[in-house]
């Protein structure tokens, strides 16, 4: 498996052993250093009463006073403690949650990737080679004297090829193992030649079969209607007689087997009166390089791609077909989401807290459905739309954070602390304008609380009573 499917480098991962048993001895240690710190608040408290016990009256000023206050940071002790627990253990949650998302994520694209990968089908346009003989001057030395020498040599022309007709036919199936696509090629290519040179006669007609390919079968060539052999294995390279003003054909036709694509390369030739026809009998199919076709069929599952160019045409990228496959989008969104859901769950708790009264089940309850939504939400985005999904999770969390007032005031309170502090600021994650979907959340939350205790909107009125 490659690297990048790991997970997010440096986040912690309660699926690994080793991470998990670091979190247990962390969380032991901060337990314990709390427990000492609350026996060394009781303990100094007992040692100041000792310390006045001579004076009754102080003692008992002084012991009331504290008494009330270590109660109270007793509960206060045991709500932060709580949400710690709670802030710390959702942390890891939603850490395990996005390394496991994006572990998720990667191994989805990379297996689109594998869908289409492979090497590609290749054809190169043919080559007319003839041999002339040229002029060229070298010096040398006769007799310690530089002497100037007049001499001819055997250099290699190309011929333009007059016209090429081309047709490949294009099938798609999967390889042995079902996870790449495989193309199968029926090519069949005419070729014009004419010889424009006064003095040249013989000439070589060069084709070479597909790059890329897995099989290759019934590679013919053949000169007006008659079969061309090759002389020596693997040279592709067909000697022909071809009078000046005169015009002959060549016919290639093949059955090729390969990669998920199929190119046809002019390897810089001009090319005159060309005209190619691709024809891919699966959907999915798509032009390659961006050269634009001149026309463009489509028939059901079968796609027609024509080139005509009756002049003359030279590009640097091949004309080509490919298997176009569906774009992977919003890619991230859900890791990042439960990255920050531990922040936002803060600000969801502390608007409750500063809203209506919380107990330490309430507290512990409304967690565990927070983190159960996020959970559901982080498999149902496998699936549909994450957006849609948390819609429907809204609903459901609306419903049950009902439950958290006493009266019809508190529960309503309840509603506007969870609108802003919970599903806004997650939607906010999911929708693209982000930042401004945010910035909405914390006004609406900061309105809210200036509402309720700035304007003393009463939640604990009794004749307010949900039932």
């Known amino acids: ?79 932060l403690t709580l949400v710690l627990i709670l802030l710390v253990g959702g942390f890891f949650l939603s850490a395990t949650l996005s390394n496991r998302y994006h572990h998720w994520e990667q191994a989805k694209i990379a297996q689109v990737v594998q869908s289409v990968s492979g090497d590609k089908l290749e054809q190169i346009a043919p080559q007319v080679r003839y041999v002339t003989q040229e002029p060229y001057t070298y010096t040398t030395q006769v007799n310690g004297k530089i002497v100037k ?19 490949v036919k294009l099938e798609q199936s999967t390889d042995v193992q079902g996870r790449s696509a495989v193309y199968r090629a029926d090519y069949t290519a005419d070729y014009k030649v004419v010889n424009r040179l006064k003095d040249i006669n013989n000439f070589f007609f060069e084709i070479q079969p597909p790059n890329g ?33 005169q015009e002959t054909s060549f016919r290639v036709t093949y059955q090729a087997q390969g990669g998920p694509r199929w190119v046809y390369n002019s390897a810089g030739q001009l090319l005159s009166n060309f005209r190619l026809t691709a024809i891919a009998n699966f959907a999915g199919a798509d032009f390659a390089s961006g050269i634009v076709p001149k026309d463009r069929k489509a028939d059901g599952r079968s796609t027609q791609y024509t080139w005509i160019f009756d002049d003359n ?16 989008r919003q890619t991230g969104i859900i890791p990042r989401l439960l990255l920050l859901a531990p922040a936002l769950f803060l600000w969801w708790i502390l608007l409750l807290y500063l809203s209506l009264p919380m107990s330490l089940t309430n507290v512990a309850i409304a967690s565990g459905i927070y983190f159960a ?17 948390w819609t429907m999770i809204s609903l459901v969390l609306l419903t049950l954070t009902w439950g958290l007032g006493s009266t019809r005031s508190a529960a309503l309170a309840a509603i506007i ?51």
């Open 417 to 467: 602390c969870t609108i802003a502090g919970a599903i806004v600021p997650v939607l906010a994650l999911l929708v693209p304008y982000s930042g401004l979907t945010l910035s909405v959340a914390g006004l609406l939350s900061v309105i809210w609380l200036a509402v309720r205790h700035w304007y003393n909107w009463d939640i604990s009125q009794p004749e307010d009573s949900k039932s």
């Open 1 to 79: 498996m490659s690297s990048t499917s790991q997970g997010v480098p440096g986040l912690p991962d309660l699926t690994h052993p080793t991470e998990l048993i670091q979190l247990g001895s962390q969380l032991i240690t901060a337990s314990l250093l709390l427990v000492f710190l609350v026996i060394a608040l009781g303990i100094a408290i007992a040692l100041m009463s000792f310390a006045l016990r001579h004076n009754s009256s102080q003692q008992t000023i002084f012991i009331g006073e504290w008494a009330i206050r270590y109660a109270q940071i007793l509960r206060g002790l045991q709500h």
């Open 373 to 389: 939504c996020l959970l559901t939400l982080t498999y149902l985005s496998r699936f549909m739309d994450a957006q849609l999904a």
């Open 313 to 328: 045409v030279s590009v640097k990228n091949p004309f080509g077909v490919f298997t176009n496959t569906n774009p992977i």
């Open 149 to 167: 020498v007049n001499d001819t040599q055997q250099v290699s022309r190309l011929l333009s090829l007059a016209g090429s007709q081309i047709q």
């Open 213 to 245: 390919y897995s099989l290759l079968s019934n590679y013919k060539v053949e000169r007006d209607r008659t079969r061309l052999e090759t002389v020596n294995p693997g040279n592709y390279s067909f000697a022909f007689r071809l009078e000046p003003g």
